[in-house]
């Protein structure tokens, strides 16, 4: 079965750090573009970072310098390292898989982040 | 920037009517248009890409249609499991891009 499941999440202090995992099974996570989506409470979907199959990239400049999108390719996993956190940061953030590098196929089932003190 | 502006923000509607919802991009982006439908505590799932193409396994009750900067989802006979939140996302400028802000259809 194709599926995408995230862990970490959690509550965090403004500053403070924290790293979310997707694990991924029945697909390759190297083979294929991934990307972070987050969703604020009560709000709608921002695409937040995406990395490449072939390694490269990007970020929303909202996280650009703060957040690294990384894989373990040998635990088919997708991260996300997040520093220097704010409280606007605080969302449910889903990992998926991009497929023809434009369209979300596969989404995991989040994983809440709140941003607090 | 592309933004997107989706139209109504909510929709109350009864089973069995034709809902519409609108989504209209600041610039032309040809069919670089997918829809997508997300149920309360649920991750968003897939049912239109490219503007038009129906996504496996999404009841032929939905529907998209447009291109350049206006586009259209119908869903032809509203049932009650699709209350849900529903978004447009463009894809003209990648890395993936833009969402729109969200259509929550409601049952009458």
């Known amino acids: 079965e194709v599926q995408l499941v995230e862990s970490g999440g959690g509550l965090v202090q403004p500053g403070g750090s924290l790293r979310l995992s997707c694990a991924a099974s029945?697909?390759?996570?190297?083979?294929?573009?991934m990307s972070w989506v987050r969703q604020a409470p009560g709000k709608g979907l921002e695409w937040v970072s995406v990395i490449y199959s072939g390694g490269s990239t990007y970020y929303a400049d909202s996280v650009k310098g703060r957040f690294t999108i990384s894989r373990h390719n040998s635990k088919n996993t997708l991260y996300l390292q997040m520093n220097s956190l704010r409280a606007e940061d605080t969302a449910v953030y889903y990992c998926?898989?991009?497929?023809?590098?434009?369209?979300?196929?596969?989404w995991g089932q989040g994983t809440m982040v709140t941003v607090s003190s | 920037d592309i933004q997107m502006t989706q139209s109504p923000s909510s929709l109350s509607a009864s089973v069995g009517d034709r809902v519409t919802i609108t989504c209209q991009a600041s610039q032309d982006i040809s069919n670089y248009l997918n829809w997508y439908q997300q149920k309360p505590g649920k991750a968003p799932k897939l049912l239109i890409y490219?503007?038009?193409n129906l996504e496996t396994g999404v009841p032929s009750r939905f529907s998209g249609s447009g291109s350049g900067t206006d586009f259209t989802f119908t869903i032809s006979s509203l049932q009650p499991e699709d209350i849900a939140t529903y978004y447009c996302?463009?894809?003209?400028?990648?890395?993936?891009?833009?969402f729109g802000q969200g259509t929550k259809l409601e049952i009458k």
């Open positions: 029945g697909f390759t996570v190297s083979s294929n573009y």
């Open positions: 996302q463009q894809y003209d400028n990648l890395p993936p891009g833009t």
């Open positions: 998926a898989r991009v497929r023809f590098g434009a369209l979300f196929d596969i």
């Open positions: 490219d503007a038009s």
